[in-house]
T-cell receptor, first 111, second 114 residues
Framework: GAGVSQSPRYKVAKRGQDVALRCDPI?????LFWYQQALGQGPEFLTY????????KSGLPSDRFFAERPEGSVSTLKIQRTQQEDSAVYLC?????????FGPGTRLLVL | EDKVVQSPLSLVVHEGDTVTLNCSYE??????LLWYKQEKKAPTFLFML????IEKKSGRLSSILDKKELFSILNITATQTGDSAVYLC??????????????FGQGTILTVHP
């Protein structure tokens, strides 16, 4: 079956631009997570959804970051007024139990 | 704050060698520990460990958890060049609305030379 998909795979943005990153989880997976992975580091938790409810957004680094999952399936991570420090790989994961399955990530480069 | 530390940070070996990767953790509401392999794409799931002392095996890979000493090891025997990757250790927090939140270590970069 299809795994987690993310789009775009690569995004180059000028500082100050807004970006939107999409995640399509595995069908039927209730839980959806966003992580940020800086170069040479492990992924860091950003936010967690259970169906359409955002139960934990403690990892979002600033109010420029916003995530939604309005129908409990596809999720979008939006970053407003991007800064150079936002450059990273953004990983989405989904699960129906404890094992999280990851998508290929979106590599964001802010110039 | 939950913390996961992996060692070594990088490792270079030759094909056929055996390697041991280490992961130690401090977490307030431990539920399980997971190992992932990350090449130039999505981290792929290897193992989930919940109970101490029970070894999990998959081919040449095996892993074990020690909940008393708060660490896990990942062994790879008879390494191959295809094992070259970053190996990530993560712990799953079971508490409250953080259920399911993974805290990752920084990863071990394994390079296997022919």
């Amino acid at each position: 079956g299809a795994g987690v998909s993310q789009s775009p795979r690569y995004k180059v943005a000028k500082r100050g631009q807004d970006v939107a990153l999409r995640c399509d989880p595995i069908s039927g997976h209730v839980s959806l997570f966003w992580y940020q992975q800086a170069l040479g580091q492990g992924p860091e938790f950003l936010t967690y959804f259970q169906n359409e409810a955002q139960l934990d957004k403690s990892g979002l680094p600033s109010d420029r970051f916003f995530a939604e999952r309005p129908e409990g399936s596809v999720s979008t991570l939006k970053i407003q007024r991007t800064q150079q420090e936002d450059s990273a790989v953004y990983l989405c994961a989904s699960s129906w139990s404890e094992t999280q399955y990851f998508g290929p990530g979106t590599r964001l480069l802010v110039l | 704050e939950d913390k996961v530390v992996q060692s070594p940070l990088s490792l270079v070996v030759h094909e056929g060698d055996t390697v041991t990767l280490n992961c130690s953790y401090e977490v307030t509401n431990f539920r399980s520990l997971l190992w992932y392999k990350q090449e130039k794409k999505a981290p792929t799931f290897l193992f989930m460990l919940t109970s101490s002392g029970i070894e999990k095996k998959s081919g040449r890979l095996s892993s074990i958890l020690d909940k008393k000493e708060l660490f896990s090891i990942l062994n790879i025997t008879a390494t191959q060049t295809g094992d070259s990757a970053v190996y990530l250790c993560a712990v799953l927090n079971a508490g409250g609305t953080s259920y399911g939140k993974l805290t990752f270590g920084q990863g071990t970069i394994l390079t296997v030379h022919p």
